[in-house]
């Protein structure tokens, strides 16, 4: 990682993963990158998403294959500067810092490489639908058991071991300093 300033630890890479709407998956294919935003739930070390039984994702994700993940939360355009102080450091030609502190963007981030592997035992696969239903639909995650059993032969879901995890951070304090490693 360039910027070991905003480097964080795997406990807050982990939480990124458990707060993010979604993740972005990237799988090789002939050395060319395919990618596609999955719902994606996080169970200790493991990862899990459903899918149909067909489609080029399904084409491509091999047992045993390596693939990355990338997630991101808490992603805005802080507004630290007012734009009347920014008119003035403009009109005397003070613009060094206005790139990192308004043309800016804070953000948390994880990415995770690990290996994939489909779900064939069927125990395994209702654990992983129902903890996904608990993440996207919690007022109604307890009401899917029907829908489950009623799909789950129609229904591939997938397990990525967490292999390397990092996580970065970029935000700003109230006084607008950027916050460095380990500030909370």
Same mark, same amino acid.
């Given at each position: 990682?360039?910027?070991?300033?905003?480097?964080?630890?795997?406990?807050?890479?982990?939480?990124?993963?458990?707060?993010?709407? %979604?993740?972005?998956?990237?799988?090789?294919?002939?050395?060319?990158?395919?990618?596609?935003?999955?719902?994606?739930?996080?169970?200790?070390? %493991?990862?899990?998403?459903?899918?149909?039984?067909?489609?080029?994702?399904?084409?491509?994700?091999?047992?045993?294959?390596?693939?990355?993940?990338?997630?991101?939360?808490? @992603?805005?355009?802080?507004?630290?500067?007012?734009?009347?102080?920014?008119?003035?450091? @403009?009109?005397?030609?003070?613009?060094?810092?206005?790139?990192?502190?308004?043309?800016?963007?804070?953000?948390?981030?994880?990415?995770?490489?690990?290996? @994939?592997?489909?779900?064939?035992?069927?125990?395994?696969?209702?654990?992983?639908?129902?903890?996904?239903?608990?993440?996207?639909?919690?007022? @109604?995650?307890?009401?899917?058991?029907?829908?489950?059993?009623?799909?789950?032969?129609?229904?591939?879901?997938?397990?990525?071991?967490?292999?390397?995890?990092?996580?970065?951070?970029?935000?700003?304090?109230?006084?607008?300093?950027?916050?460095?490693?380990?500030?909370?």
């Amino acid at each position: 990682m360039r910027r070991k300033d905003r480097e964080m630890d795997r406990e807050y890479a982990l939480d990124i993963v458990d707060r993010s709407d %979604y993740g972005v998956l990237a799988i090789a294919e002939n050395n060319i990158p395919y990618t596609v935003i999955l719902s994606i739930v996080r169970v200790g070390d %493991y990862l899990y998403f459903h899918s149909a039984t067909g489609g080029k994702k399904v084409e491509l994700l091999k047992d045993g294959s390596i693939v990355s993940l990338s997630f991101a939360c808490d @992603v805005k355009v802080p507004e630290l500067i007012s734009r009347e102080k920014i008119e003035e450091m @403009v009109s005397k030609g003070q613009v060094a810092t206005l790139g990192s502190r308004v043309y800016t963007t804070e953000f948390g981030s994880a990415h995770i490489m690990g290996r @994939v592997k489909k779900i064939e035992d069927e125990e395994e696969k209702i654990m992983a639908l129902i903890e996904l239903c608990k993440k996207y639909t919690p007022k @109604v995650y307890d009401l899917a058991n029907d829908f489950i059993q009623m799909s789950i032969n129609r229904t591939n879901v997938y397990r990525i071991s967490i292999d390397e995890i990092s996580g970065k951070r970029k935000a700003f304090n109230e006084a607008g300093e950027e916050l460095k490693w380990g500030a909370i």
